[in-house]
């Protein structure tokens, strides 16, 4: 593949989740055209069986590929979890064996693997993978992880409840045993947690790490960009920003414009 002054990327979610992701993106790496898919319709992905949540994603990334898409980041920590190996040895090179989908586990799981205790919260399908645990491991066999199941934040952020008090209630239920085990960091393992960054960070205490993953995942496609000029877009100005959603496009828009501070204007309604 040539260097493309033009490439596409595609950001794929569950639903909002995936803008604390692009967000980071957009300030790293705003020469590509971005393509995210938001499966709004069909979230929360957590709650799935593991190969529900593999067709799911597979037909999202079928999608994105048919749009033009060169590379995709799965900027989802369950469809990571879940569907991202599969993916990579038996659905690339069949159908796209020039392209590439990327996830969100092992950089986060790099960020954290030398410290000696870290948390982790994230969807019941995410922490039942085991997958951080067994990533972080790699790294630093030493380390102990200890980890939290979180179903009902990803409702309560798509409802616009980030930083309420109902929230705040749920999420220290959610983070006290990790407290506990006084973790040195803390990994927001499902990319919808950023939105109660602050609240997290609050109520760990200085005594904990909690970075925002975001940052972390650009970084790492920054890095990977690098690696493989193939892919590396040689355009300077600003690329394009499509969005696509399965269902409910409301709040996704309002509180995504509120999150990334400029305008959502060219989105529309898909069938997977």
């Known amino acids: 593949m040539s260097k493309n002054k033009n490439l596409n990327i595609g950001v794929f979610d569950s639903g909002l989740g995936g803008l604390t992701v692009l967000k980071h993106f957009l300030k790293e790496l705003p020469q590509y055209n971005y393509y995210y898919l938001g499966d709004t319709a069909r979230l929360p992905y957590g709650a799935h069986s593991k190969e529900v949540i593999y067709r799911y994603t597979k037909e999202a990334v079928d999608f994105l590929f048919k749009q033009g898409c060169q590379l995709i980041v799965l900027a989802c920590n369950t469809a990571s979890a879940q569907a991202l190996h599969r993916l990579q040895q038996e659905y690339l090179p069949k159908k796209y064996p020039d392209r590439r989908i990327l996830g969100v586990i092992i950089p986060l799981a790099e960020q954290a693997g030398a410290q000696k205790k870290v948390g982790v919260i994230g969807t019941r399908a995410t922490i039942s993978s085991n997958v951080y645990e067994q990533e972080i ?6 380390t102990k992880v200890y980890q939290n199941s979180s179903p009902l934040l990803v409702p309560l952020i798509e409802e616009g409840l980030a930083g309420k008090d109902v929230t705040n209630k749920i999420l220290k239920k959610y983070l006290s045993p990790l407290k506990k085990e006084r973790v040195n960091t803390l990994i927001l393992g499902c990319t ?71 305008k959502i204007s060219n989105w529309q309604i898909i069938s997977l």
């Open 137 to 142: 491991k790699k790294l630093n066999p030493k």
């Open 192 to 262: 919808h947690y950023p939105f109660l960054l602050a609240d997290v960070r609050r109520l760990m205490g200085k005594n904990c790490d909690v970075f925002d993953p975001g940052s972390i995942v650009a970084k790492s496609l920054s890095s990977y960009l690098d690696r493989h000029p193939e892919f590396k877009c040689t355009g300077k100005k600003a690329g394009e920003r499509n969005f696509f959603l399965t269902d409910q496009p409301e709040n996704f828009i309002r509180l995504g414009e509120k999150f990334l501070g400029e």
